[in-house]
T-cell receptor
Framework: AQTVTQSQPEMSVQEAETVTLSCTYD???????LFWYKQPPSRQMILVIR??????QNATENRFSVNFQKAAKSFSLKISDSQLGDAAMYFC??????????FGGGTRLMVKP | DTGVSQDPRHKITKRGQNVTFRCDPI?????LYWYRQTLGQGPEFLTY????????KSRLLSDRFSAERPKGSFSTLEIQRTEQGDSAMYLC?????????????FGEGSWLTVV
C-alpha cells in the first residue's frame, strides 16, 4: 500500500518570504502522479500543483514550485513571496494511474504579517 | 460548470439515526470518489465509482455505510445507525479519464455531527 508522510504538522512564514513544505511517499510503482492541495478554513480542497512521475522537470505554478526527487521519493512544495491568503492546510497526495488519491496528514501553514 | 456540488453542507443528527449525503460531480466526469476527513487529519478514501460501477471500497466503509451511483451521474452516501465516531467531513470528488493530469476535483464537503 502507498503511504504519504508529511513530517511538519505546522509551519510559519513571514509575509513575502519563502517557505518549503516537505513530503515523502512510499510506492513500488514507477508511474504515478503527485499533488499538493490547499485547504483554507472554508474547507474546500483546491489543487495547487501536480507532478507527473515520468517528468524530470519540476512543476511550477506562479509562486508555487516543487522539488521532485523520484529516487528519494520526496516531493516538497516551495511557496515564494508568501501572502496572507496562503495560510491554510496543505496536503501532499499520491495517485497511481487511474486510481484514488492517498493523502498525507497535512501541514498547517501560518503566514505572519 | 459549477464544480462538484454536495448537499447538505451541514447535518446534525442523533445517534442511531440514518443520514444520506448527495454529490453531483462535474459534468461528464465518469469517476466519482468519497472521502472522509476528521479535524486535523488528511482525507481518507472510502470508495469510488467509474460510471455506475463501484470499483473499490475501503476497509473504513463498514456495513453501515452504503454508496450508490445508479445512473452514473450523482451519487449518494448513506450512513445507517449513526455513531458518534461517524462525525466527520464527507468529501466528494470527481475526475475525468480524459484529463491529462489525472486531477481529482473536490466539492466543499458535507459536515456531519452525531450527538
Amino acid at each position: 500500500a502507498q503511504t504519504v508522510t508529511q513530517s511538519q504538522p505546522e509551519m510559519s512564514v513571514q509575509e513575502a518570504e519563502t517557505v518549503t513544505l516537505s513530503c515523502t511517499y512510499d510506492t513500488s510503482e514507477s508511474d504515478y502522479y503527485l499533488f499538493w492541495y490547499k485547504q483554507p478554513p472554508s474547507r474546500q480542497m483546491i489543487l495547487v500543483i501536480r507532478q507527473e512521475a515520468y517528468k524530470q522537470q519540476n512543476a511550477t505554478e506562479n509562486r508555487f514550485s516543487v522539488n521532485f526527487q523520484k529516487a528519494a521519493k520526496s516531493f516538497s512544495l516551495k511557496i515564494s513571496d508568501s501572502q496572507l491568503g496562503d495560510a491554510a492546510m496543505y496536503f501532499c497526495a499520491y495517485r497511481r494511474i487511474g486510481n484514488m488519491l492517498t493523502f498525507g496528514g497535512g501541514t498547517r501553514l501560518m503566514v505572519k504579517p | 460548470d459549477t464544480g462538484v456540488s454536495q448537499d447538505p453542507r451541514h447535518k446534525i443528527t442523533k445517534r442511531g439515526q440514518n443520514v444520506t449525503f448527495r454529490c453531483d460531480p462535474i459534468s461528464e466526469h465518469n469517476r466519482l470518489y468519497w472521502y472522509r476527513q476528521t479535524l486535523g487529519q488528511g482525507p481518507e478514501f472510502l470508495t469510488y465509482f467509474q460510471n455506475e460501477a463501484q470499483l473499490e471500497k475501503s476497509r473504513l466503509l463498514s456495513d453501515r455505510f452504503s454508496a450508490e451511483r445508479p445512473k452514473g451521474s450523482f451519487s449518494t452516501l448513506e450512513i445507517q445507525r449513526t455513531e458518534q465516531g461517524d462525525s466527520a467531513m464527507y468529501l466528494c470528488a470527481s475526475s475525468s479519464p480524459d484529463d491529462a493530469g489525472n486531477t481529482i476535483y473536490f466539492g466543499e464537503g458535507s459536515w456531519l455531527t452525531v450527538v
